[in-house]
């Protein structure tokens, strides 16, 4: 069971792991983890279906044993032995202890019901990781490929998503005394439809970033859309994750190390917009950045 857990979270690690991502994608892999450990440990008639090595665990153990092949192809057969746990052997709290009661006996059934326990555990912490979840999901107004085809359900949709993503920025929309409102709400909601439209006709099956890459030097967008330009650039400033901070401060630690500790700061930030940026190396023109060093002060030039 746990291999299969593990699988899935894996797949959701390497997506914030990727070099671009945006909230949607952290959004969609969320959606989709959540939803494969639901379908795979949470329905009691397709327990386990799917799955890549507990449904062959069960399948080859439904006699009570399993035959393993060694390199020598000899089988050995094991007896599956269910081994009871005393509640008072679990580090937990009494009422978790209550409710696992059912759960402790030395028997098939209640491995189940202790793997659909520890899943529903699982799938509580991710939202708890995650509270903004449905703020990812609300990305998907700036997401053609999410549109549906149907006109009616695509304005119905951006509506929900409007509203949901106001909520969320209701601190940037306060109409207290000397407050200026970074966005106009009835003007987003004025311009919404027209939008939506003109965005699905032009970038039909484009994703958010993608859509923005064709239109954000576009002077005519910006004239006619201008407050849903201004929420759309918003939207794309949201951290989906903190792999570029970690990555940046690895980049540092690399570049400033012990031995070059009187590295400016202008410097390093050179470097490091560099290395992580850009160019690569073989597209580097090194005659030019030696010119450039050498004549930026005097230097002694050794010659090679």
């Known amino acids: ?8 979270l894996n797949k959701l690690n390497m997506t914030f792991q990727e070099e671009t991502v945006d909230i949607k994608t952290i959004g969609l892999a969320l959606e989709v983890t959540i939803s494969t450990l639901s379908r795979w440990f949470l329905r009691k008639e397709t327990f386990a279906e799917d799955t890549i090595y507990l449904s062959k665990f069960l399948s080859d153990s439904q006699n009570g044993y399993i035959d393993i092949k060694d390199e020598e192809t000899m089988v050995e057969r094991h007896e599956l032995r ?8 679990i580090e937990s709290s009494e009422a ?4 696992m009661k059912p759960c402790i006996e030395g028997t098939q059934e209640s491995c189940q019901k202790l793997t659909e326990g520890y899943i529903e ?7 708890e990781r995650f509270p903004d979840l449905h703020l990812f999901n609300v990305a998907k107004l700036f997401s053609p490929c999410y549109y549906p085809e149907e006109r009616r359900n ?5 509506e929900r998503w409007i509203l949901k993503l106001f909520q969320h920025l209701q601190h940037t929309i306060s109409r207290d005394a000397g ?3 970074l966005f106009d709400v009835k003007s987003c909601k004025r311009e919404l439809h027209p939008f939506v439209d ?8 484009f994703s958010m970033k993608e859509a923005w890459k064709v239109f954000r030097n576009t002077e005519q967008w910006h004239k006619t859309y201008p407050n849903m330009m201004k929420l759309w650039q918003a939207v794309l400033t949201i951290p989906a994750s903190t792999v570029d901070c970690e990555r940046g401060f690895s980049k540092q630690n690399i570049i400033k190390d012990i031995r070059k500790s009187r590295l400016g700061l202008d410097t390093l930030d050179a470097l490091m917009r560099i290395s992580l940026n850009g160019p690569e190396p073989s597209n580097v023109d090194w005659h030019a950045v030696y010119k ?4 930026t002060k005097s230097r002694r030039i050794l010659e090679l």
């Open 154 to 158: 695509r304005e119905k949709n951006s």
């Open 96 to 99: 978790r202890k209550q409710s």
């Open 121 to 127: 555990t699982l799938i509580d912490s991710l939202n």
């Open 1 to 8: 069971m746990l291999a299969d857990v593990l699988g899935e």
């Open 292 to 295: 450039v060093w050498k004549d």
């Open 179 to 181: 407050f200026v409102a």
């Open 82 to 89: 269910y081994i009871s746990i005393s509640a008072m052997d």
């Open 198 to 205: 003109s965005l699905n006709l032009a970038c039909e099956g």
